[in-house]
């Protein structure tokens, strides 16, 4: 059985990646700080593995701490290697992810995202540990207005969010072109997860505000905020409003695996890879799927555009699908179903628990 550190691993898309990891029959270690997630996501992850495989025990271990703890972190890989384990593989998900909030505090940003990941990276180099899958982001790529985005198209962030994402790409990538370097890196550009669990039992639950659409949505179907505010209803779009690729969490999780088994099975490598559907959905277009999957009523106002928005973020996934069989099971209106089953059963998100 393979060891796998994940960090971030009690979020939004920690915590699917966390059990689609068990279901794979890892030995999992968790590090989160808590700041922006609930302990109980991770509960929950274990509620749902004993439950589907009838089982009592599980092979999840937590570890609570910040990763710009450098001592922190190599107690950890210590503590974990002094029970005979070691690390086989890292799964690289915790960091701050609000663009808005990264404009606000870019100092933030860089410190947690840059820093944290530096700290872990030299860890993993003392111990030998050679295997990452890094958690990017779409954001690393310059506007286009209407073609789909592989991973050699332009390069140019507009916000600090996706600058410490392009930074840390440029960090593996001179860690791999070291001399004598093992190293066997993935980035995985992230497009627009949604959705959550199908069982209603684990998904999004912001801390504060959301800036994500899809919260938004549900906040708003739920009667919590009176109306879906859209900025821009003149954007160079079929609609006017802007085009996203979402992806479902849970295909998003189960991409995190194979591309962690594939990493395993090759020879020394870095690469960057866009997990999307392929598909452009619109704002006004996601409004009324989830409107009619769900039969409620999302009532909308437009405002003026957002400084740093874009009018077309769509992946082009070929790669993805031809090399590393990656496909997405779940239609978009899944994605709008089991949100939304996961918002009636849980309306506090894991406040409740």
């Given at each position: 059985?393979?060891?796998?550190?994940?960090?971030?691993?009690?979020?939004?898309?920690?915590?699917?990646?966390?059990?689609?990891?068990l279901?794979?029959?890892?030995?999992?270690?968790?590090?989160?700080?808590?700041?922006?997630?609930?302990?109980?996501s991770?509960?929950?992850?274990?509620?749902?593995?004993?439950?589907?495989?009838?089982?009592?025990?599980?092979?999840?271990?937590?570890?609570?701490?910040?990763?710009?703890?450098?001592?922190f972190?190599?107690?950890?890989?210590?503590?974990?290697?002094?029970?005979?384990?070691?690390?086989?593989?890292?799964?690289?998900?915790?960091?701050?992810?609000?663009?808005?909030?990264?404009?606000?505090?870019?100092?933030?940003y860089?410190?947690?995202?840059?820093?944290?990941?530096?700290?872990?990276?030299?860890?993993?180099?003392?111990?030998?540990?050679?295997?990452?899958?890094?958690?990017?982001?779409?954001?690393?790529?310059?506007?286009?207005?209407?073609?789909?985005?592989?991973?050699?198209?332009?390069?140019?962030?507009?916000?600090?969010?996706?600058?410490?994402?392009?930074?840390?790409?440029?960090?593996?990538?001179?860690?791999?072109?070291?001399?004598?370097?093992?190293?066997?890196?993935?980035?995985?550009?992230?497009?627009?997860?949604?959705?959550?669990?199908?069982?209603?039992?684990?998904?999004?639950?912001?801390?504060?505000?959301?800036?994500?659409?899809?919260?938004?949505?549900?906040?708003?179907?739920?009667?919590?905020?009176k109306?879906?505010?859209?900025?821009?209803?003149?954007?160079?779009?079929?609609?006017?409003?802007?085009?996203?690729?979402?992806?479902?969490?849970?295909?998003l999780?189960?991409?995190?695996?194979?591309?962690?088994?594939?990493?395993?099975?090759?020879?020394?490598?870095?690469?960057?890879?866009?997990?999307?559907?392929?598909?452009?959905?619109?704002?006004i277009?996601?409004?009324?799927?989830?409107?009619?999957?769900?039969?409620?009523?999302?009532?909308?106002?437009?405002?003026?555009?957002?400084?740093?928005?874009?009018?077309y973020?769509?992946?082009?996934?070929?790669?993805?699908?031809s090399?590393?069989?990656?496909?997405?099971?779940?239609?978009?209106e899944?994605?709008?179903?089991?949100?939304?089953?996961?918002?009636?059963?849980?309306?506090?998100?894991?406040?409740?628990?």
């Open positions: 059985m393979k060891s796998i550190l994940l960090t971030g691993g009690a979020g939004f898309i920690g915590s699917h990646t966390c059990l689609a990891l279901e794979k029959g890892y030995q999992v270690y968790v590090i989160d700080s808590f700041v922006n997630s609930s302990p109980n991770l509960d929950m992850v274990i509620n749902i593995y004993k439950k589907k495989y009838k089982v009592s025990n599980f092979n999840l271990t937590i570890f609570k701490g910040d990763l710009r703890d450098k001592y972190v190599k107690k950890v890989f210590s503590d974990i290697y002094k029970v005979n384990k070691k690390i086989d593989g890292v799964i690289h998900l915790a960091g701050l992810k609000s663009v808005f909030e990264s404009k606000k505090d870019p100092l933030l860089w410190n947690n995202n840059v820093l944290g990941t530096l700290n872990l990276l030299e860890i993993m180099d003392s111990f030998e540990c050679i295997n990452f899958v890094f958690s990017s982001s779409a954001t690393v790529y310059a506007q286009t207005k209407n073609s789909l985005l592989d991973e050699n198209s332009d390069i140019g962030p507009i916000n600090p969010y996706g600058n410490t994402k392009l930074t840390i790409e440029k960090l593996l990538n001179d860690i791999f072109n070291s001399q004598e370097n093992k190293s066997k890196f993935a980035s995985l550009r992230y497009f627009n997860p949604i959705g959550a669990h199908p069982s209603g039992l684990l998904g999004e639950s912001p801390i504060g505000i959301p800036n994500n659409i899809f919260p938004l949505i549900i906040n708003t179907a739920m009667g919590l905020q109306e879906l505010k859209i900025y821009g209803n003149d954007w160079p779009t079929k609609d006017g409003t802007c085009i996203r690729d979402y992806i479902h969490v849970m295909d999780a189960e991409a995190h695996v194979k591309v962690l088994d594939f990493l395993f099975k090759i020879k020394p490598t870095y690469f960057n890879l866009n997990i999307g559907t392929g598909l452009g959905t619109s704002v277009q996601l409004v009324k799927i989830f409107e009619e999957v769900n039969d409620v009523e999302v009532p909308i106002v437009f405002d003026k555009r957002r400084m740093g928005d874009a009018p973020v769509v992946a082009d996934n070929t790669l993805s699908t090399k590393f069989n990656i496909s997405n099971k779940r239609s978009i899944d994605m709008c179903r089991d949100g939304w089953k996961w918002k009636k059963l849980n309306p506090n998100g894991f406040k409740s628990f």
